[in-house]
């Protein structure tokens, strides 16, 4: 398989380059339950995570897998940076890569802005999540959890409900879910929608019941408050009783099942504090997950792995 330079997004990526990530990934787990969890494979590489949006589970995750691989780590944050200042993208980006960086992590609100990034330099990029275009090692970690629980993801019935217009996730997770076979449903309020979700390939419901019936996986979006103009749903009471996730509809799914949530929830919105609780829920565990699959991508685009294999 021709290595890529960048992992800019899970779109073209095919069943078995998602595959040989899961794959490695499940080596990584396997390290992350040792007494030392640090290998060397990123030995004398130096990463920098630069974060123009906030993160809690992606940057820890980020760089705890680059740490426990024995990279050397910068991070940069918006907030503290000089941007405040009035610097620009480009001009913060290009004195950060003047500090001779192998890698880059980036999150940004603009779509694009990684391949912006890519483009523009020699370093190798990986998207941490870029406005509401793709998220894809969230889509990864979903994959590596749905995979480790049911040994396949080939033919599982998997709902996506939830926020799906502002969501990155979900448009990764489609990408992904498709390339392994899954049967896709996205649910959501009409508002909620993007414009073009129609020719994603996917069963389109606006029945939240309908679609958790005989579902084997619900992976619940977070309604992005922050992200909402006015007019998308009437109050929060009523999104949440028309589309929330409780314990009810959790048992019309099918009795081998999962409830996913990317993080950060909104408790008692998009999903109840029962369900978030429940023996169903591997929301902790995907974050655990996390940390592995990010070993695997940094470990397969790693510019010494490039350097032995001769790209
Ligand atoms: N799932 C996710 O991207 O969470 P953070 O925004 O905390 O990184």
């Known amino acids: 398989m021709q290595p890529r330079k ?48 906030p993160s809690t589970r992606t ?38 890569l003047s500090m001779k960086i192998d890698m880059i992590v980036i999150r940004h609100s603009a779509t694009g802005a990684p391949h912006y990034i890519a483009r523009r330099c020699d370093s190798i990029v990986i998207n941490a999540g870029d406005g509401s275009h793709e998220h894809p090692t969230q889509a990864l970690l979903d994959l590596f959890t749905i995979r480790e629980k049911f040994g396949e993801v080939e033919g599982l019935k998997v709902s996506l409900i939830g926020d ?28 909620l929608l993007p414009v073009g979700v129609e020719n994603w390939g996917v069963k389109i419901s606006h029945d939240v019941e309908e679609s958790v019936t005989g579902a084997n996986v619900v992976n619940i979006m977070r309604l992005q408050l922050e992200r909402q103009g006015s007019g998308y749903i009437p109050s929060l009471r009523e999104y949440s009783r028309i589309w929330g996730i409780d314990t009810e509809r959790v048992d019309l799914m099918s009795e081998n099942r999962l409830i996913m949530h990317p993080g950060p929830m909104n408790r008692g919105v998009e999903i109840t504090q029962d369900v978030a609780d429940s023996e169903d829920s591997v929301i902790l565990e995907q974050v655990t997950n996390g940390v592995a699959v990010r070993m695997a991508v940094l470990f397969l685009l790693s510019p010494l792995r490039r350097e032995v294999e001769g790209d």
């Not at 502002?166 to 392994?180: E, P």
């Open 59 to 96: 940057r820890m995750s980020f760089e705890l897998a680059e740490k426990r691989m024995s990279a050397d780590v910068v991070n940069f944050s918006a907030s503290t940076s000089s941007l405040k200042k009035g610097e620009s993208l480009r001009d913060t980006v290009e004195n950060i």
């Open 6 to 53: 960048h992992l800019l997004g899970l779109e073209g990526y095919s069943r078995d380059e998602i595959l040989e990530i899961l794959d490695h990934a499940r080596t990584f787990r396997a390290v992350l339950e040792r007494d030392i969890k640090k290998v060397p494979p990123l030995r004398g590489v130096t990463i920098a995570n630069l974060f123009f949006e």
């Open 164 to 191: 799906i217009l502002h969501s990155r996730v979900i448009r990764s997770n489609v990408l992904g879910l498709k390339a392994l076979g899954a049967q896709v449903t996205l649910c959501a309020p009409a508002t």
